[in-house]
């Protein structure tokens, strides 16, 4: 009915609801940010891991040990291990740290040969939401890099 009105009044009152509406957007945005942090503590996390993320190792690793925020729920976990031509290589049944359920074991059943190697896994935490991710490393035995050179004389 005044839409024709171009009154300062009127341009007053719309920045006023403007302003308002921008208002509530920020607060709501800020109440997401708060409630991040809460969800992800909730959730499942690596927090670490042997081999770790990147890691150029100079022996073929005995185990993997996968570090985690919450205990492992072992029905839902599942690892495994493959060289960059996606062949699998063979993992003992997982098991659990004995000295914590937050911390996953499986022995390598071979001896890595050098090249580019990944994990997956999957499992979930206490709220049972599934994660997964996956940890490449590598395995650089060169001439002149066994373990044994770095020992003094
Ligand atoms: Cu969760």
Redesign the pocket.
Same mark, same amino acid.
Request: glycine share 16%; no cysteine.
């Given at each position: 009915m005044d839409r024709e009105r171009i009154g300062g009044g009127e341009r007053g009152l719309d920045r006023g609801v403007r302003r308002r509406t921008g208002r509530g957007v920020m607060v709501v945005g800020v109440v997401s940010l708060l409630a991040l942090p809460l969800a992800a503590a909730? *959730?499942?996390q690596l927090l670490r891991s042997e081999p770790a993320q990147g890691e150029e190792m100079s022996i073929s690793p005995e185990r993997l040990r996968l570090v985690f925020a919450e205990p492992i729920e072992l029905a839902v976990t599942q690892i495994q291990l493959a060289s960059a031509g996606a062949t699998t290589v063979p993992l003992s049944r997982l098991s659990l740290d004995p000295d914590s359920a937050n911390i996953l074991v499986a022995e390598v059943e071979r001896t890595l040969a050098p090249g580019s190697y990944v994990i997956r896994w999957r499992t979930a935490?206490i709220?049972g *939401?599934p994660v997964n991710d996956s940890i490449p490393f590598v395995v650089a035995i060169g001439p002149g890099a066994s373990h044994l050179d770095h020992h003094d004389p």
């Open positions: 909730v *959730h499942q935490g709220d *939401h």
